[in-house]
């Protein structure tokens, strides 16, 4: 990990003594929805353990999708570092639905991976990775997590500490097994990089980087190795048959139930996607229905029995967590649910096309289900390391290579595989070479099914210790001392490891198998002109001066490029195996001056230049030499194995950090030789092999920093290898017949093509072709003495890639890179194989995506045994045997035939070619942009097809007409027979410009013209004959016969048994329906199955019209209206831009091939496009019938939007924006616009959806655009929909500019069909076929609005041909900010009229439908029997009666309180009075209000007319007591009772279905009594009986019979007297006198008397008993 800052300070600089190990200071955090919480931070370490729980509260579901786990590097003084980052996708570890369950995860490890692991303090290009942004391109670490979700109220503690037990509970998944990763490198080629010796390193986790020494070393990377150039393109690494092999050991829980899961699903979706290919293969076959069914059945029985098998559970040691439980049941229910979804369709049986979508889409639910979340072993990555350098990377996750002794096996274990490796990061978007192609074997399991792996093996597995000899010059000797030598006198490959042969001792299990010996490298034995058939020599004569002197021989004189000394031009030696083909001479092609010198000031600085200079004290010349390759190659490369040999197998360099070489030269200062000694195991177990060596005293060495070589020299891993004793001989041949659709490179928007095919160590070039975009090479490149090493059978099941490249040649600078492709040849092993390779076309594939096609096919041919190599031992070479005999004594094919030096594709491979006619159709071109800043007026456009090229003529002006004058050309081209192999048409535009400029503004191609064929001959024109019956017709509408045939009942001659009576119009006077209240919307509300809004117009039976869902020209039966012409577009741009190609303008036209007779003398069938119309612009008049959208995207803060419209048509353009629809997504416009135009200069309408703004500008919500040129041209009629029947009045009145008879007559004649005839007016023949008017109007009631009989007749015909009818569209709105996303749907039509057809129909009238006012006029009268709430100081049961109203948007209403209502009656004469907007089609009420008081408009709402009555309990304290309610629709409202008596329950629809409601704008007044009530727990109660008045007046009625609410004046209709209440009926407040008098005397007056009367006698005898005794002693005493 990243250390410290002020460590790196002293590292960059070297100063201080720095710490063995620097480690970070590690925290995590925790992220979702917006919201973080961190851990605390651990201070230096690798292995931090935080057992700290963090809890972060938010609200599910979320729109996140994303769980991010990021690991920081806490630093004291600079930001904190991104160690790296671990996504966990919510959707893969939680399930909505009623199964669902909420996120859930582990325990488990989440593996974190980023960019590489070198530490860098000034950081990488690439530390973006550390983010999880990009694929991550190295293993970063993982942590021990579990994931919990709880559906509780936020923590109060974000981070508190693990409790012990969870901790305790938690360390059993942490338990390991140990797993062996093997990898077998079989060939490297196509590296690119070879400035130094190239090694591969593969890795999993920590186990096998080079960087991690906390670890044990493996024989993770192969032996650094220098490419070797193939002679033509490509560098490869010459392992021969010694090719490396790699074992890394590791340590990983035990999940291979989760990983056997994702390989048994992965397998069924693979098996399914092969027997797709199949399947579709057949339907392009043409096979029988029932064969494709047998098929499809049989792929489903096969499919059924693979998802009845049970899925892997944890066994013994393995361990499962919840997520594991659910992730299972939920997979076995979606297995379940395959197999029912599969049973239905069997039993529907439908289409095999039908059968096919749906098993994909079983496929794509199968695939979903093959993640795993808690996959926890990581991935292994491959880096290609040149020199010390990382330069690519493959990542492979571990489930594609994991062994199951169950047979679950990942589907590249143990199998040959052809990987290539990427850039990492964002060099990756940037480069287009493949960095390197490995093909290599993997193996990935358990240490104890290692075994499974050495079955594999056809070759045997050599284990080798290594170590290097190293030596330095000094004074002409080569010694092992001295101030060069940096190096120990044995090291590893680095030099880094002192390695002395002596020090290696075998490991427990391991014994040596021989003595040491010299290994060269094979790369030694190739020079620089490796590969080449022609190579030139060069050096540079090198003259100095002092200023302002004469110039003269340098000290260094003879010198190369890079300055470095060289011997003398004549001391240069030719190699053997070459001759020279010319003289030494000066290179003169450079910028030199004329004697061939060019100037510096310094030679050593360079920034030569061509022009002498005073102050010039350097020059130089090149001097060059060709010679050309006149032995074999392989007799070449044998003596320079035999030079190699008798070197001793030394490699020389000027230094050692410098790329070594085989031939010592005089600047070489430093050797080396690698020595190897070959081990063998001694047991049946094999072990660990890692050689341990101690700190040994030397005089090599340098003991200054041993405390650093004690740690981490300590241990070294031995090399290992596959040395094959089966190698095989082999010939490609590579047929590359041609390419389609490639991408223009040049300015002329073509591009100069050739092809790189490369296959193992070879690769080989095509011809260039000059300026073409589809190259026909037809040409066959033939690869000899290809070694391919083990059984021959084994490369014939899995044969190495073939790679082909394109680029486009530039005479300047490199060849643009087009497009590549990667194929598997067909492997032959005896010419006794009949199979017949077949060209197939290849995707080409760069940067930006789909670059073209390549037709071609490669065949390998078994040629025989490989020599032996130079490593193989006369012992080893006698043991060497072919793996099969099948090709011994038999010759190699015959070569094909040649052209010009070139082998050609042979026949039977290549293509049949045809004489083909194409027709093509020129119409014109339409919104041309500017180019290179002018406007493009004149174009033309020249036409590809194959070998053919043709142009068109020049539209003259495109803005006055932009036809062509002669819209049609014909072509006489030889074309391949098969569709398949038919090549593209490539349209190129060019503008004719002024002074014979002619640049090409764009292009287009057409992939294929596969669409456009049709038969050689043209169908003749109508026939009739009485005894063939036959209809024959233009072969695009050959179905109308058929069409018409299917809707008559009569004779094909006109013979009807019945008599036809041709009535007359005026037969019966049928008088019109009222028309109020029916409109246009209720029939657009008739088709859209909402009858409750046009009841009226339903009851009339008129027509309905044709709503599609999406636009009109993507409804099937009318192909996009390109039956006349089609659009292109055309693109300018070319291949390396990376902004892509834009589109410049749009070419009108169209094609027509067909087979042409093989006699070029005989004569031409007649053409298929003639009779074109007038190609000049025509005037129109343009009708836009604007209905409403739906669904629109919201544009404003309150989550809506404020609508309106803008058309635009040329440069008329037309805004409602002062009829913005506010606070809406759905809003109706209802507007009809209307243009004049002329067309095709104005054929695009535009028509835009805004949202109004008050202060800023508007924003456009969503377009669309209609091109009314096709609709015009269409021969479907499209320019205005036929009505179903002929009205010529009323609200579906005939509006086309033309009767139903001239559009028919018109038909028939555009479709060479005899002009219709008419038997009186109720009968006519069309196509040979008698249409009566009985047949279409038998079932019909009649109309007063129908049109005369034969134009009613002529209407139904052409509602049977193919012509658009009547219709809406519906058309998506799309934004150019998000194109991809849908912004909403627009309800339209367009209608097109022609000036020359005559006046157009009038206009439909589409107004949004004004809602009337009204007025609600409801007068209580009384109610009865309601319900006593409460008990007053007396004890009696009373209410305090009152009653609320209301309507939907208006405000409530209610009585004055009837007070101590003792028997439930209430006494009011109260009046409530509702104004309110009502629509009677729709039958809703219209509610406009101001959502809040700042609201700019109102808002509307559509309701049900509801008026509510409730009746309460008026309380003073406490709050008011709900007694009960009642709902009345004003459309249906239930009849009121006449008495009170009779009101109850039953007279409400909510409970009597019987019950008679009538409509109170029907009815205008109810007068009677309805029930309240109340629901308790689920049963309505009465709770009383209101008596009122409910009547509705118009708005006008309201102003002729004012009134007013409650009593107030005016009180009129009916004038309201005070309510005649019983006198206690009072608020007791207001009376506390009346109150005693009304309440408590009525109530205890005798009580009040009685206690009265006592109080008074008991006073009485108080006084008496008082004054008693004072008047009592007097007397006695007086007595």
């Not at 300070?9 to 200071?25: A, I, M, W």
């Not at 192609?437 to 093996?457: I, N």
């Not at 009597?1552 to 309805?1570: H, T, Y």
Request: charged fraction near 25%.
């Amino acid at each position: 990990m990243d250390s410290a800052m002020m460590e790196g300070v002293k590292k960059f600089f070297g100063v201080g003594k720095q710490k063995p190990k620097e480690l970070s200071d590690p925290y995590m955090t925790f992220s979702f929805a917006g919201q973080t919480v961190s851990t605390k931070v651990l201070y230096e370490t690798y292995s931090p353990e935080f057992n700290q729980e963090l809890k972060l509260a938010f609200k599910f579901p979320s729109v996140a999708e994303n769980l991010t786990l990021r690991m920081f590097d806490w630093d004291r003084i600079s930001a904190h570092d991104i160690i790296a980052s671990g996504i966990v996708s919510v959707s893969q570890i939680s399930r909505s639905g009623d199964d669902g369950y909420l996120p859930t995860f582990g325990p488990c490890y989440v593996n974190f991976y980023g960019s590489t692991r070198e530490f860098s303090e000034l950081g990488g290009d690439n530390e973006y990775l550390n983010k999880g942004n990009g694929e991550g391109v190295a293993y970063r670490g993982r942590i021990l997590v579990e994931l919990k979700t709880n559906l509780e109220e936020k923590a109060e503690v974000d981070v508190v500490d693990c409790d012990p037990e969870d901790v305790t509970r938690i360390s059993k998944y942490m338990r390991r097994h140990r797993f062996m990763l093997n990898v077998a490198f079989l060939e490297a080629t196509m590296i690119c990089d070879t400035d130094a010796p190239v090694e591969f390193e593969v890795s999993i986790g920590t186990y096998g980087n080079k960087l991690d020494d906390t670890v044990m070393p493996t024989a993770s990377c192969t032996q650094p190795t220098n490419a070797v150039f193939d002679g033509c393109r490509y560098n490869f690494l010459p392992w021969e048959n010694k090719r490396p092999c790699i074992s890394v050991e590791s340590f990983w829980e035990d999940i291979s139930f989760r990983i056997d899961t994702i390989n048994i699903l992965l397998g069924i979706v693979d098996m399914m996607e092969s027997r797709f290919l199949k399947i579709k293969t057949a339907q392009k076959a043409n096979l029988p229905e029932i064969e494709i069914k047998s098929m499809l059945y049989s792929l489903m029985d096969e499919l059924a029995v693979k998802l009845k098998q049970p899925l892997p559970r944890a066994t013994g040691s393995q361990l499962s967590n919840e997520l594991d439980k659910l992730q299972l049941l939920n997979r076995e229910t979606e297995m379940a649910g395959i197999i029912e979804d599969m049973e239905k369709v069997r039993l529907r049986d439908p289409e095999p096309a039908e059968i096919l979508t749906e098993l994909s889409t079983l496929a794509e639910t199968l695939k979903a289900q093959a993640v795993e979340p808690q996959n926890s072993i990581p991935d292994v990555f491959i880096w290609m390391l040149v020199g010390n350098k990382r330069t690519a990377y493959y990542r492979l996750p571990v489930h594609h290579i994991i062994y199951s002794p169950d047979g679950h096996s990942g589907k590249y274990c143990a199998k040959e595989m052809t990987v290539v490796l990427k850039h990492p990061g964002q060099k990756a978007h940037r480069e287009w070479q493949i960095p390197a192609k490995l093909r290599l074997k993997f193996w990935f399991g358990k240490k104890q099914f290692e075994e499974e792996w050495t079955k594999c093996q056809t070759d045997d597995v050599v284990v080798m210790a290594e170590t290097y000899e190293n030596q330095v010059a000094l004074l002409g000797k080569w010694v092992t001392r001295g101030p060069a030598m940096t190096r120990p006198k044995f090291s590893d490959s680095t030099g880094k490891l002192k390695l002395k042969k002596e020090s290696f001792f075998p490991p427990a299990g391991w014994e040596w198998a021989g003595d040491w010996h010299v290994s060269p490298e094979l790369s030694l034995i190739y020079n620089r002109d490796a590969g080449h058939k022609s190579f030139i020599e060069d050096v540079y004569e090198l003259q100095t001066r002092i200023p302002a002197g004469p110039w003269h021989m340098a000290k260094v004189f003879w010198t190369d490029a890079l300055n470095d000394t060289m011997p003398a031009k004549e001391e240069v030696e030719l190699p053997e195996g070459w001759e020279w083909d010319n003289d030494w001479s000066v290179d003169m092609n450079r910028g030199v001056d004329d004697e061939g010198f060019e100037y510096c000031v310094e030679s050593t600085i360079g920034g030569f230049g061509p022009v002498e200079k005073t102050y010039h004290l350097s020059r130089r010349r090149r001097w060059i030499r060709q010679r050309t390759m006149v032995a074999e190659s392989n007799a070449i490369k044998e003596k320079d194995q035999e030079a190699l040999k008798a070197s001793e197998g030394w490699e020389y360099a000027p230094l050692f950090n410098m790329k070594f070489h085989g031939k010592e030269s005089k600047m070489d200062l430093v050797r080396r030789r690698r020595w190897h000694r070959k081990m063998k195991a001694t047991g049946k177990e094999s072990k660990p092999c890692t050689f341990s060596f101690g700190d040994e005293d030397g005089d090599d060495s340098d003991d200054s920093d041993a405390e650093e070589k004690a740690k981490a020299g300590c241990l070294a891993a031995p090399r290992m290898f596959l040395e094959s004793t089966q190698v095989n001989k082999y010939q490609l041949r590579a047929y590359i017949y041609q390419a389609r659709s490639l991408m223009a490179a040049d300015d002329n928007a073509r591009s100069d093509p050739y092809a790189v095919v490369g296959f193992g160590t070879q690769s080989q070039l095509t011809r260039v072709l000059d300026k073409t975009l589809s190259p026909m090479w037809d040409q066959t490149l033939i690869f000899d003495e290809i070694t391919l090493y083990g059984p021959a059978e084994l490369v014939a099941q899995n044969p190495p890639e073939v790679v082909i490249e394109v680029f486009d040649k530039d005479l300047i600078g490199k060849d643009e890179f087009l497009g590549r492709t990667i194929c598997k040849p067909m492997v032959k092993l005896s010419m006794s194989d009949e199979r017949t390779c077949v060209l197939q076309w290849h995707e080409l594939i760069n940067r930006r995506g789909n670059a073209g096609e390549m037709l071609a096919s490669f065949e390998l041919l078994l040629a025989g045994q490989a020599a032996s190599l130079m490593d193989l031992t006369d012992t080893e070479t006698d043991a060497m045997q072919p793996t099969s005999q099948l090709m011994n004594g038999e010759d190699l094919p015959f070569a094909p035939p040649k052209r010009n030096d070139l082998y050609i594709v042979p026949t039977g491979i290549r293509p049949v070619m045809r004489r083909t006619a194409v027709e093509i159709l020129c119409w014109g071109m339409r919104n041309m942009k500017r180019y290179q800043l002018l406007s493009i007026t004149s174009p033309s456009v020249e036409f590809e097809i194959g070998d053919a090229v043709i142009q068109s003529p020049i539209i003259k002006n495109t803005k006055k007409n932009p036809n062509f004058s002669n819209a049609l050309l014909f072509v006489d081209t030889m074309l391949p027979k098969e569709e398949y192999f038919m090549p593209p048409v490539n349209l190129r535009v060019r503008d004719h410009r002024a002074f014979g400029r002619k640049p090409t503004v764009g292009m287009h191609v057409i992939r294929s013209l596969e669409k456009y064929m049709v038969s050689s001959t043209p169908q003749p024109t109508y026939i009739t004959a009485s005894n063939t019956d036959q209809v024959l017709m233009d072969e695009s509408f050959q179905a109308i016969a058929a069409s018409v045939d299917g809707i008559t009942n009569g004779s094909p001659n006109g013979d009807n048994p019945e008599t036809i009576v041709d009535m007359p119009d005026e037969q019966k006077a049928l008088q019109p329906p009222d028309l109020e209240d029916i409109d246009w919307w209720c029939k657009y509300y008739t088709s859209i199955g909402e009858e409750d809004k046009a009841l009226k117009y339903v009851e009339m039976g008129l027509d309905s019209v044709m709503i599609y869902d999406g636009p009109l020209e993507s409804v099937p039966e009318f192909d996009g209206f390109t039956d006349f012409c089609d659009t292109f577009e055309i693109f300018t741009g070319d291949a390396d831009d990376d902004e892509g190609q834009e589109v410049i303008g749009e070419f009108k036209g169209g094609f027509k091939v067909y087979e042409l007779p093989e006699d070029p003398n005989a004569p031409l069938p007649p053409k298929h496009l003639d009779a074109l119309p007038n190609p000049d612009p025509e005037e129109c008049v343009v009708r836009v019938y604007l209905i409403q959208a739906y669904d629109l995207q919201p544009a404003d803060p309150n989550g809506l939007a404020d609508p309106y419209l803008e058309v635009t048509l040329g440069k008329k353009s037309i805004s409602l924006r002062d009829s913005y629809k506010p606070n809406t997504l759905n809003p109706i416009f209802g507007e009809m616009l209307e243009f004049k135009c002329h067309i095709p200069l104005q054929k695009d309408l535009k028509i835009v959806v805004k949202d109004y703004d008050l202060l800023t500008s508007d924003d456009p919500i969503g377009e669309t655009i209609i091109d009314l040129e096709n609709r015009y041209l269409s021969q479907y009629r499209a320019n205005c929909g036929v009505h179903s029947v002929y009205y010529t009045s009323g609200p579906c009145q005939w509006r086309d500019a033309c009767k139903p008879t001239e559009i028919l007559e018109a038909f028939c004649k555009r479709h060479r069909l005899e002009a219709p005839v008419y038997g009186g007016n109720t009968q006519v023949t069309v196509a040979g076929r008698r249409h009566t008017l009985r047949e279409y109007e038998q079932n019909k009631e009649p109309s007063p609005f129908w049109g005369p009989t034969k134009e009613r007749l002529a209407c139904y015909v052409l509602n049977r041909l193919p012509m658009v009818k009547e219709h809406i569209e519906t058309r998506i709105l799309r934004n150019k900010l998000q194109p991809a996303f849908d912004q909403g749907k627009l309800q339209c039509w367009v209608d097109i009229f022609p000036k020359s057809l005559g006046p157009p129909g009038p206009p439909v009238d589409i107004s949004a439908r004004i809602p009337k006012r009204y007025e609600l006029r409801v007068v209580i009268w009384n109610t009865t029997e309601v319900v006593l709430d409460e008990t007053n100081l007396m004890g009696e049961q009373m209410s305090d009666i009152y009653v609320k109203g209301w309507l939907p948007g208006t405000k409530k209403q209610k009585t004055d309180v009837h007070y101590r209502s003792l028997d439930g009656d209430g006494n009011f004469n109260w009046r409530f009075v509702f104004p309110f907007e009502y629509l009677p089609a729709e039958q809703v009420l219209v509610d406009k209000k101001k959502e809040h008081f700042w609201s700019l408009d109102e808002t509307e709402e559509r309701t049900q007319p509801i008026f509510t009555v409730q009746v309460w309990d008026n309380d003073f304290i406490s709050a008011d007591d709900f007694l009960g309610s009642l709902e009345l629709n004003l459309n249906c409202m239930p009849k009121p009772a006449k008495t009170a008596k009779a009101c109850k329950l039953t007279q409400l629809p909510d409970f009597n279905n019987q019950a008679k409601c009538v409509s109170l704008f029907e009815q205008k007044k109810l007068n009677g009594f309805w029930p309240v009530y109340e629901t308790v727990q689920g049963q309505p109660q009465l709770q009383g009986k209101v008596e009122m008045e409910i009547e509705i007046v118009t708005a006008k009625e309201a102003e002729e019979r004012p009134t007013a609410s409650a009593r107030d004046e005016p009180n009129m209709h009916p004038k309201l007297d005070p309510p005649n209440r019983p006198a206690t009926s009072f608020f007791f407040l207001s009376n506390p006198f009346k109150s005693c008098k009304h309440i408590i005397w009525r109530n205890y007056k005798w009580r009040i008397i009685i206690a009265l009367l006592t109080l008074l006698l008991i006073a009485i005898i108080v006084v008496f008993i008082y004054s008693f005794p004072k008047e009592i002693w007097p007397a006695i005493f007086k007595g």
